[in-house]
């Protein structure tokens, strides 16, 4: 395995660890963290998370990437 591809499974790993954590959060308000399960919901958190971020990331209207540009002074 490279170095890249070490690299990256390391990125992969930190970004589901910080939705783990936040799914763990939001499943900690609506459960208590020793039902059995606990775990089970967490990952379906955890799922929905990602999904709402593929749908943000695959959905974003172009116009609104071209008010960001404006705003960060990187005109095309």
Do not use: N
Not at 10 to 38: H, N
């Amino acid at each position: 395995m490279g170095a890249l591809a070490k690299w990256e499974f390391t990125v992969i790993g930190w970004v589901l660890r910080v939705l783990m954590i936040g799914a763990s959060a939001l499943t900690g308000w609506v459960m208590a963290k020793d039902a059995p399960l606990f775990g089970v919901v967490q990952i379906l958190v955890t799922l929905g998370l990602m999904a709402m971020i593929v749908a943000v990331v695959a959905f974003w209207p172009a116009h609104f990437s071209e008010r960001l540009s404006r705003l960060f002074g990187r005109v095309r």
